[in-house]
């Protein structure tokens, strides 16, 4: 080891506490149930029982099961066999959407990228955008038109809305999700003008409505915030996440890094503060972070804001305010980073945050002079009064004096997340009515008169907005697979008793966008994916004349909370959001970017918390936690116990979109619903909450312990600080000892194995000081590379299958820890250690530097994998690609999902991950057509599905004989050092360390 001063770093509790069971479990060949078949049978009976099999069978049932196929009889012309197309298009999210470049081999959809011609993604995506491929081929989606619970058809509907919608005056209530296609609020607009008595409430749990009403509180109308992270020195982040789940997520973190990337000690980096009571993704990446309370946090910004009523204008409505927060150090510290920053900062509150907060943050904003600058805040057309955060509430008063016969919902499932306090199941059976357009026959749906199944956005044509107000025309890659149904062609029906389709309701709405040469115009959006003529205006944002009098009332209902009093606060779940994705294999068995759970949602508290109402820390390997019975208001429900360092104290935080019922055989009865634990219109903290220790447990799925290695520093970090007085801190971290070679490895026992110099040389490096550990390139190389889903019981067993893994370590107090996130894939190493130990040498290395697998010849010993020091190695216990994909009686649905370019894997063969291989020999073929000789592919042409759809750009992968490559640039960079340099095993894939722009002030 080198002679600076080692960081302990710790990836749980029971890690840190190096107890008995941990040293047993470390110590062991395999970890304890990935050794074993624990269903009655021993490896050496189960040998004897295969081995039996395999006589009966014969060689014949090692073969891939053989489909005849016939071909074209009329080839489309745009179609090449094995050749992949890809159409631009967007993906709607909320009142917003991301645009996308949508991959189809022979006419169905098997990828999602996003478009680097498009400002909301700049090429990346998100987990939702990424999974959503699944999402289209999910076989429990509703397949038919339901009137009462019976089959109908889409016909029976249309003549229903026309005779029943004939008569305009009704009571009409719609409820809907948020959106942001301009044909969807068009129809809006001519509903509510053809029906008097109509009204509409667009309802999301977790959605823009505080936002919207804090700005209208500061400037007297709805206005949008949006951020522009590049733009800013200084961040204050108030429960916004925006590395996470906050909207606009993927252009904001883009953004973020570009500002964080370090190429010399001569660079800066901005500053990020987070305060928050649970631990965030954007926590995690915080320089400084305060665990605080959510309900204080109302009471911290006011105070925030008196401090610097001191110095600037424009915040006299909050000077005078004092509290317990008035003399923290904190305020003082953030009030001289802002003021010390205007114009080149950003303050910003999560969506779930109230009112007062989203007014505060806007006024303290425009007093620092940030709007315009770092800060923009826009006008959205369909901000209307839909969107006031009472909107259902009124619905449901409408509902309940008579006013209202019919109910309209468009999307949404308000049965399940509706506030209990409205009891939305009941305000149905009290209205003749009600319709409900769905994607399942969920919760909703099965209380609803009638259902209509709801279209996948890579089934129709549509439209959306993205954050900013650019439009894009979203186009369909494959016909509806079971004849559903999209908003447009939904609320058409209701408004004119008949049945259009929606190209044509589209293509009215974009006359006016285009309102002379429609065709050229029209054909160049749907080409690029992206209208740039069109955006959002920009508002001037100047406090109203009424601002400082609804202040004062607002903060009449702000106070420090009881230190002692537990608070509970319902939260968006980072992997199924408020419970839409929930039948999503793909998420649900993604680790939980801070938690590292899967398969469930947990209760989380600080240790402290924890202690103090016996629970109980749990020993390492035991997957059996403490169930909770948590009573709020009244109202009782459970929920596993986990403890989270770095939680605030006395607070309990619940993801909620768990405990389905009537969605799906992956979603029911998953987790817990901690919807029913919510009696007002407040999902954000709970009051008056009980909590003690139920009488036994419950297993979790949770893979932060697995795949150990054993306490070395893997991770490395240092300050800005450190960096720029010594550029090799971090590199240098591991002494190396020996004389180097000429090319500055070690000294090799072995020779080198030399590769021909007409190959690329492919390598990666991944840039700690970019990467938020937010998961995204887990799902992307999933969807890539036809990796299976195995279930809850498997990842107990530590089974998982994915290819790469996101380490997460904590360093520091276990109450307040620091965390940073390592992305683990397979490290090509040059001189791989597992493939010294293969005995029928399956995995070797290619002539471009790969460390490959060949299936067909792998016996299953998993020497490769004892012996692989970064545990990156999967083995199919069970034939799991066989249970994923034929689990429903049409496996043809689930199966179109699949990447045609990547086998299926069968059982007893060890996988990994192969750098893309199937991307790399793409490119070679490609260049060798285009040069006739060079299969060399020019820079950048070769992006591997984890690079590709990496919000952050943390990922670089290149060929390293190319000197001018970006692989090879970013591989001089002093930060860059390769994990476990000391055994000489050369990793093609090598790690820029950590940096955090500290405050000396509160270092």
């Known amino acids: 080891m080198s002679s600076t001063k080692q960081k302990t770093y710790w990836r749980s509790l029971q890690e840190l506490s190096q107890n008995e069971a941990y040293k047993e479990y470390v110590s062991r060949e395999f970890p304890e149930g990935a050794s074993e078949l624990r269903d009655g049978y021993s490896r050496k009976n189960f040998l004897q029982i295969m081995g039996a099999s395999v006589a009966l069978a014969g060689f014949a049932a090692c073969r891939k099961p053989v489909q005849k196929l016939l071909p074209y009889h009329k080839q489309p012309e745009e179609i090449v066999g094995g050749i992949p197309l890809e159409y631009a298009s967007a993906v709607p999210f909320q009142d917003y959407g991301v645009g996308v470049l949508l991959t189809t081999n022979e006419g169905r959809p098997t990828k999602v990228e996003g478009n680097p011609d498009h400002d909301s993604s700049k090429g990346a995506t998100n987990i939702f955008q990424q999974s959503s491929i699944l999402d289209l081929y999910d076989p429990d989606r509703s397949r038919f038109v339901r009137n009462n619970g019976e089959r109908s058809d889409w016909e029976a509907f249309t003549s229903f809305c026309a005779d029943h919608f004939s008569i305009r005056n009704r009571g009409i209530a719609f409820v809907s999700e948020a959106s942001g296609s301009p044909s969807v609020n068009r129809l809006k607009s001519e509903l509510l003008s053809t029906f008097p008595n109509a009204m509409w409430a667009t309802y999301e749990p977790f959605g823009p409505h505080n936002v919207l009403a804090g700005t209208e509180t500061a400037f007297g109308r709805k206005l949008r915030p949006v951020y522009h992270f590049a733009n800013a020195d200084v961040v204050v982040s108030l429960d916004f996440d925006f590395m996470g789940l906050a909207p606009d997520m993927v252009r904001c973190n883009l953004d973020y890094a570009n500002r ?167 305000l149905m059976d009290q209205v003749d009515t009600t319709i409900h357009l769905s994607n399942h026959v969920d919760e909703t749906s099965s209380k609803a008169t009638w259902h209509v199944p709801r279209a996948h956005y890579l089934e129709y044509w549509g439209d959306v907005a993205d954050y900013r107000g650019h439009l894009s025309v979203i186009q369909p890659t494959i016909q509806p697979l079971f004849g559903s149904k999209c908003e447009t062609e939904f609320l058409s029906a209701i408004l004119h008793g008949e049945s259009r389709e929606c190209f044509d309701i589209v293509r009215e709405t974009w006359q006016s966008v285009f309102p002379t040469d429609f065709q050229t115009n029209w054909e160049k959006t749907i080409h690029d994916g992206i209208y740039s003529g069109t955006r959002f205006q920009a508002a001037t944002a100047s406090l109203t004349s009424g601002f400082g009098t609804a202040m004062q009332s607002m903060l009449q209902d702000i106070s420090v909370t009881d230190p002692d009093r537990i608070e509970m606060v319902l939260k968006p779940d980072r992997k199924l959001f408020d419970g839409r994705y929930a039948n999503n294999g793909w998420l649900q068995e993604l680790p939980d970017p801070i938690t590292k759970i899967t398969w469930d949602n947990v209760a989380a508290m600080s240790p402290a918390t924890a202690s103090r109402f016996g629970v109980r820390e749990r020993k390492f390997g035991e997957t059996d936690y403490d169930l909770l019975n948590i009573t709020v208001n009244g109202t009782t429900f459970q929920m596993p116990a986990w403890i989270l360092p770095g939680h605030a104290d006395n607070s309990i935080t619940i993801n909620v979109g768990y405990g389905r019922t009537s969605v799906g055989r992956v979603a029911d009865d998953i987790g817990h619903n901690a919807y029913v634990g919510f009696t007002t219109a407040s999902l954000v903290a709970a009051e008056s909450v009980s909590m003690e220790v139920a009488r036994r447990n419950f297993p979790i799925a949770c893979t932060q312990n697995h795949h150990s290695m054993e306490g070395r520093p893997l991770a490395r970090e240092a300050t800005l600080e450190e960096y720029k007085e010594d550029p090799r801190i971090a590199a240098d971290k591991v002494y190396v000892p020996g004389r180097r070679e000429e090319d500055g490895h070690p000294v090799n026992l072995f020779n080198d194995q030399i590769f021909p110099s007409h190959q690329p040389q492919w390598g990666m490096a991944i840039d700690l000081n970019a990467c938020t550990g937010c998961g995204v390139c887990t799902i992307a190389c999933q969807a890539e590379n036809n990796i299976p889903v195995i279930g809850k019981r498997e990842v107990v067993r530590n089974r998982e299958m994915h290819w790469i893994r996101i380490d997460r370590y904590f360093s520091g107090d276990q109450e307040d820890p620091q965390v ?167 990793p093609r894939t090598s790690y820029l360390a950590k940096l955090r722009n500290v405050n000396n002030e509160l270092a």
């Open 260 to 426: 964080r990337r370090v190429e010399s000690s001569e660079d800066s980096m901005n500053r990020l503060y987070v305060v928050e009571n649970d631990l965030s993704v954007t926590g995690s990446n915080a320089d400084h972070r305060l665990r605080l309370k959510a309900g204080d946090l109302p009471a911290f910004v006011a105070a925030l804001g008196s401090k610097l009523s001191e110095s600037v204008n424009g915040l006299s409505a909050l000077s005078g305010v004092s509290n317990e927060f008035s003399q923290h150090m904190w305020v003082s510290v953030l009030a001289q980073e802002l003021l010390a920053n205007r114009g080149k900062s950003i303050i910003a509150a999560g969506e779930q945050n109230s009112v007062a907060v989203h007014a505060m943050v806007a006024a303290i904003n425009t007093a620092l002079g940030n709007s315009g600058e770092t800060v923009e805040y826009v006008q959205v057309p369909y901000h209307d009064s839909s969107y006031d955060p009472d909107a259902l509430a009124r619905v449901a008063e409408a509902v309940q004096n008579g006013q209202v016969d019919t109910v309209v919902l468009v999307g949404g499932n308000p049965v399940f997340n509706a506030p209990s306090s409205i009891d939305f199941a009941s």
């Open 820 to 986: 940073i996130h390592q992305p683990i894939p397979c490290m090509h190493c040059e001189q791989a250690p597992c493939e010294m130990v293969c005995p029928v040498a399956a995995t070797t290395h290619s002539d471009d530097g790969l460390n490959q697998m060949t299936y067909n010849q792998c016996i299953g010993t998993r020497y490769c994998s004892n012996n692989c020091p970064f545990k990156v190695r999967r083995f199919s216990f069970f034939n799991y690609a066989k249970n994923w994909l034929e689990m429903d009686d049409d496996p043809d649905i689930i199966q179109m999902a699949m990447n045609p370019d990547v086998s299926v894997r069968f059982r007893g063969v060890m996988e990994k991950c192969t750098y893309c291989v199937q991307r790399i020999n793409r490119a070679k073929i490609a260049t060798k057509n285009a040069t006739g000789n060079s299969i060399k592919p020019a820079d950048g042409t070769v992006k591997t599905a984890c690079q590709q759809a990496c919000p952050s750009q943390a990922i670089t992968f290149g060929d390293l004989t190319d000197d001018n490559s970006i692989i090879s640039r970013t591989k001089r960079n002093d930060r860059n050092y390769v994990m476990l340099e000391e055994i000489n095993i050369r």
